[in-house]
Every structure is written in structure tokens, then in C-alpha cells.
């Protein structure tokens, strides 16, 4: 029987331990009926109740595939959106903490994408037909909708030079949006020139470009970052090193063209982690990515001997997805242990099936 919702109020001063136990507890009524996912970034003493792990379009994937009813995702506000879009219609996703947002996200909004579009046709009469719109995945549901409607696609780190070849092979533009330095690094190696990679500023009139550089550029790139990547610099690779000349460097593209261009490998968390557990025993590595998932793979990789240090200087996490701590994920369980469902997350109907439209072209080709 179906109780009055538990209020959050009555985790938020809870102990880690309690909140430790009582996640257990909950999850252990609960049964199969709840699937936990835990992106890479998620924190430690979240991380450790994860049912699946990985990256956010995997995640989503694998939880479809299960016979859960509920998809508990600890990660950001897009992921559990993603889910939703592509779990079953008897599956509810669930966001522990609803204030864990994006803020790569939520650089790119509908209004701004839309306002861009009209001002390119005014420059270019018809962008439907010369600009293919790629989103990141790290996007808000509605901008995978606005790529669906328009003839786009979706992108993740892992198959965005796969997804740029499609789009040129659409259309001769390409407008990327919302992460300017994984679409710039993407096509770097397809050997674009950088003055034919212009960044779009949603807040200038016209992107802050002429009519010009708009007709002469092949990629349009938003300007937008994450701010964890953002932190790391080509300074912090040449210092290490100097101390450790036989140190291997690996980053994620959503790092500066600079950091990319300095690094022995780059490529998405999954990468990072299979690269680094592939290695050879005793190798060192600098890590340009979310300091959760270093020091993971720090400990994970001291049997082996593998040293495994974070590129910069300072402390830098997710700190939007370091919002789902344990308390949350005790309140969100115990509540859908009493049969209530709390953080919903439900993209409407029309959005969704559009969402779905690029999301499916993504699959199809990568």
C-alpha cells in the first residue's frame, strides 16, 4: 500500500554510515524491481551501489535492457533524460537529486539553437540544406529533438569523427553544439583548418562572425565547454613531463586543442579506462579527465604498479553530479521501496519521439 512521500528533510542530516545502511536496506526490498546506474564521474561512496557503470548513452542502453521498473540513474539531469527516451514505456526514470544538471548543457538552450538557426539562414537563405545540426550527447532533450526535426544527429566522444563523416556527407556545414572543444579537436583530425572552425557565441548577434567567415566556414562551433576539462592546460602536460619523461598522457576531447595536441592518447572515459588497464605493468600516466573517475583508476591499477596522476594542479570534479550523495539515493529508494516515486524524470511525448529521430540515426551509423 502506498504511503505519503518521505520527505527529504529527514535524510539531508543523515550520517554517511546511516545513509550507507540505509540505501542497502532499501535497495535490498526493492529486488530487481530497481536498476542503479553510476556514470564514470559519479562519486566514491555512490559509486559503490552501482548495478551498471559506465558512460552516459551505455548506461541508458544497458538499463532498456533490463526488466526494471525503476531506472535510478546517478548522474546528471541529459542522462536520466536519455534514459527515458530510450527505456520501455512500463520503465520510469528517476534523477536522485533533481539540481544535477550540466553546466556544458545548459551553455546551449533551445532559445539560443533556435535563434542561431534563424540568423544562419539569413546569411545563408537555407540552412536545412547546408548545415547539419550535431548535438553532444551532453545535451538537454529538447536540442536532440531540434537535431531530429533538422536532419541531425547525436554524438558521443567515442564515434564523433563517425557521426562528422555522416554529417558532411549530408550536408556540406556542420553546426556543433554544445562542447566547441570535442567538435574541434573531432575535425582537427579529419584535417579541417582551424580558420574554418569558427566559434558561434549565442550571446553576440550573428555568433559574433560576418556573413564571411559564416560562408567560408566548414564547422560552426558553439561556444561552450565543460568546466572540469577546461581546467587542464598544455602547461600542466610540459611540467610532468619534465619530471617524468617516460610518462604517458592521456586526455578526454573535451580538452583544449592544446592538451589534445599533447597528449600521447585521447579519446572518452571508456577509452581512458581500457588504455590505462591494457598497459603495461610499472607505466605512469597523467589523466585529462573528472578526478572521481583518476583516483579510480589510481587505486584500481596499483596492483599492477601503474601510477596514475590527475593532470591538474588543482581539485577538479563534476560538481553538479558530485550532487548525488548518499542521502539522496537513500531518500529516492526508500521511497520507491514505499511505492512512491520521487524525480521523475519524463521528457514529453513530442520531444521524446524527435530525440529518438537523431538518437537513432547515431545508432544506425556508428
Excluded at 546511516?18 to 536496506?25: C, K, L, M, N, V
Excluded at 556527407?169 to 579541417?192: C, M, N, S
Excluded at 529516492?332 to 516515486?341: K, R
Aim: a negative charge; proline letters at 4%; aromatic letters at 8%.
Amino acid at each position: 500500500m502506498q504511503v505519503a512521500t518521505i520527505s527529504f528533510d529527514r535524510f539531508n542530516a543523515l550520517q554517511d554510515t546511516e545513509a550507507q545502511e540505509r540505501i542497502r536496506a532499501a535497495r535490498a526490498r526493492l529486488g530487481d524491481r530497481a536498476v542503479l546506474l553510476c556514470h564514470h564521474y559519479q562519486r566514491a561512496d555512490v559509486y559503490q551501489h552501482a548495478d551498471l557503470t559506465g558512460d552516459s548513452l551505455k548506461l541508458a542502453r544497458l538499463a532498456s535492457q533490463t526488466d526494471a521498473e525503476y531506472i535510478v540513474f546517478c548522474g546528471v539531469h541529459f542522462m536520466a533524460e536519455v534514459a527515458d527516451i530510450l527505456s520501455k514505456p512500463s520503465q520510469i526514470a528517476i534523477l536522485p537529486d533533481l539540481a544535477a544538471g550540466c553546466s556544458m548543457a545548459d551553455m546551449a538552450n533551445l532559445a539560443k539553437v533556435e535563434r542561431c538557426w534563424r540568423e544562419l539562414g539569413e546569411v545563408l537563405d537555407t540552412p536545412d540544406d547546408l548545415i547539419t545540426p550535431v548535438t553532444y550527447i551532453n545535451s538537454a532533450a529538447d536540442l536532440k529533438a531540434f537535431c531530429g526535426e533538422h536532419g541531425g544527429i547525436v554524438c558521443t566522444s567515442t564515434n564523433a569523427p563517425t557521426i562528422l563523416d555522416w554529417a558532411f556527407a549530408q550536408r556540406e556545414k556542420v553546426l556543433f553544439f554544445p562542447d566547441q572543444h570535442l567538435g574541434r579537436w573531432t575535425g582537427y583530425k579529419k584535417g579541417i583548418p582551424l580558420e574554418q572552425m569558427v566559434v558561434w557565441d549565442p550571446d553576440l548577434e550573428y555568433g559574433g562572425l560576418t556573413p564571411e567567415q559564416i560562408r567560408n566556414a566548414k564547422v560552426l562551433l558553439w561556444k561552450g565547454h565543460c568546466s572540469v576539462h577546461q581546467m587542464f592546460q598544455e602547461s600542466h602536460i610540459r611540467r610532468w613531463r619534465m619530471q617524468h619523461p617516460d610518462g604517458l598522457v592521456i586526455s578526454h576531447p573535451e580538452s583544449s586543442l592544446e592538451v589534445c595536441q599533447n597528449s600521447d592518447f585521447v579519446g572518452s572515459t571508456e577509452y581512458i579506462i581500457k588504455t590505462i588497464a591494457a598497459a603495461p605493468a610499472n607505466t605512469r600516466w597523467l589523466v585529462g579527465t573528472e578526478l572521481n573517475l583518476v583516483n579510480r583508476l589510481a587505486e584500481e591499477m596499483k596492483p599492477e604498479g601503474k601510477i596514475v596522476q590527475f593532470m591538474a594542479p588543482t581539485v577538479c570534479m563534476c560538481s553538479t553530479m558530485q550532487r548525488i550523495d548518499p542521502q539522496h539515493l537513500a531518500w529516492t529508494l526508500e521511497n520507491l521501496a514505499e511505492g512512491n516515486v520521487v524525480n521523475r524524470i519524463q521528457v514529453p511525448a513530442h520531444e521524446a519521439e524527435l530525440a529518438r529521430v537523431a538518437l537513432d540515426r547515431m545508432l544506425a551509423v556508428s
